[in-house]
């Protein structure tokens, strides 16, 4: 086992990767911006080295800062959570070259999968349902304006390496298509360095659905079961849960074996997702693979017991699996909120600051809370938004909703503004009390008729 981890990251899911490496008593490094030098995850980790200045593109995104970090304190293995460097193939590349274990798929997979068009070709060939849309990249306008007729509009405009939610326009009629392909194709170049674009037939409403999958050097994949993420603002996922009240136990099946045939076309390594649209006449496509841990891992750990960041480093570590599918059981209801440091009542804008006093909720079986909060911390105005995920198992879903709107009640952050109020709102009503809700819900349904407190 590695004797050393480098963290590439920060906040929440730095503190949930120190604290496996600990569990497994692997000693670990943080690394930190000079607006994080009283994070948590730096004050947690056995050794802390700054590697620039606030803005992310100087710090947590500046690889020859982090690799020489791992090189100075010895690190054998860098994880790289989600966001920043998690899904860049050069990065884990210059790893193999340093030879430092990138605790993630090799970075061929990671092209291959994050360059959606080619993804999309991968899936063709592996008899994987896709979404109708260009089997490449669009090259000119006319060849936009000419598949969207064929498709039928409303169509979606996506980055060929997009995540995140950036790159993306929802396309309406021929009229909008021009400028909403030149903002995309901007956003797109900005954020991924990359313009190229490719368009999907819209799949909506929906349900989205994900299988999280594991795969070790074996040759040995096995899925641990569905995410239903359906609930989003602006594409970014604001509440999940598994398993989806949505699906039969023939859906699960199915959609199960589809995301451990994608993972085996690309012979896959480690942790990822396979991410799926359900349509309303219960036809699944493929929409993607992150070949990263998510967000909302731990609603999968939740009810199947198995820890994911510490198989990541096991996998990274060349021991087998030790897993076949028949060994994974599913027990209960798991949610996962996910609390931002932001206004809801202003149009969500961020709020950073002090956090002068803090109470995370806590007691109880079936209760976890992620976060790199402490009372006296001051949330910096650089990154994103979440400070922290709560995650709640019960017997079945009612004991899980139930369990959630205790939870969050019992949250307090003085000092900064909460999306709390506006998630005990949203597990409160009715239809998602129901499970009666789709990937139009929380946008076209629950906001427009949301009315925060004063």
Not at 361 to 377: C, E, I, K, Q, T
Not at 403 to 408: C, G, I
Request: charged letters at 20%; a negative charge; hydrophobic letters at 40%.
């Amino acid at each position: 086992m590695f004797s050393k981890i480098l963290i590439a990251n920060r906040g929440e899911i730095a503190v949930r990767i120190i604290r496996a490496c600990r569990e497994l008593g692997i000693r670990t490094v943080a690394v930190y911006s000079e607006a994080d030098r009283e994070a948590f995850h730096a004050e947690l980790a056995d050794e802390a080295i700054c590697i620039g200045p606030a803005k992310a593109s100087d710090s947590y995104l500046n690889v020859q800062q982090i690799l020489s970090a791992a090189i100075v304190t010895k690190a054998e293995a860098i994880h790289t959570g989600f966001g920043f460097l998690s899904e860049n193939s050069r990065f884990a590349e210059m790893c193999e070259e340093c030879q430092i274990k990138f605790i993630g798929p090799n970075s061929q997979t990671i092209d291959e999968m994050g360059n959606k068009i080619h993804a999309r070709q991968l899936m063709i060939d592996a008899k994987v349902p896709v979404i109708p849309g260009s089997e490449g990249v669009l090259k000119t306008m006319d060849e936009a304006l000419t598949l969207a007729e064929e498709i039928g509009y409303p169509v979606m405009l996506k980055a060929a390496a997009g995540g995140g939610g950036k790159g993306i326009r929802k396309v309406p009629s021929p009229k909008e298509l021009a400028s909403l392909f030149s903002s995309a194709q901007q956003e797109a170049q900005a954020a991924f360095g990359n313009g190229d674009m490719y368009m999907e037939k819209i799949i909506y409403p929906a349900r989205h659905i994900e299988v999280q999958i594991l795969g070790d050097e074996y040759g040995s994949i096995v899925h641990l079961g569905e995410r239903d993420c359906s609930l989003q603002r602006n594409n970014q996922k604001v509440l999940e849960e598994s398993p989806s009240v949505a699906l039969s136990t023939s859906d699960r099946a199915y959609v199960g074996e589809l995301a451990v045939k994608a993972a085996e076309a690309v012979k896959y390594q480690n942790a990822g997702t396979i991410e799926f649209l359900r349509d309303e006449a219960g036809r699944f496509y493929f929409m993607e693979m992150n070949t990263r841990i998510q967000v909302e891992h731990p609603v999968t750990e939740m009810v199947t017991g198995v820890d994911i960041v510490k198989k990541q480093i096991e996998i990274a570590d060349g021991q087998p699996l030790n897993l076949e599918q028949a060994d994974i059981s599913f027990t209960g209801h798991a949610i996962e909120c996910r609390i931002n440091a932001e206004n809801p009542a202003f149009h969500f804008a961020p709020s950073p600051g002090k956090i002068t006093n803090l109470l995370l909720p806590s007691g109880g079986m079936g209760l976890r809370v992620d976060s790199a909060m402490y009372s006296g911390y001051t949330i910096p105005p650089y990154y994103d938004s979440m400070i922290a995920k709560i995650i709640v198992h019960g017997e079945n879903r009612f004991e899980a909703l139930m369990k959630m709107q205790r939870a969050l009640g019992e949250l307090l952050t003085e000092g900064v503004q909460t999306n709390a109020e506006f998630q005990m709102d949203l597990i409160s009503h009715p239809n998602v009390i129901a499970g009666d809700y789709t990937t139009a819900f929380l946008q076209e349904d629950f906001l427009p008729n949301w009315q925060p407190e004063d």
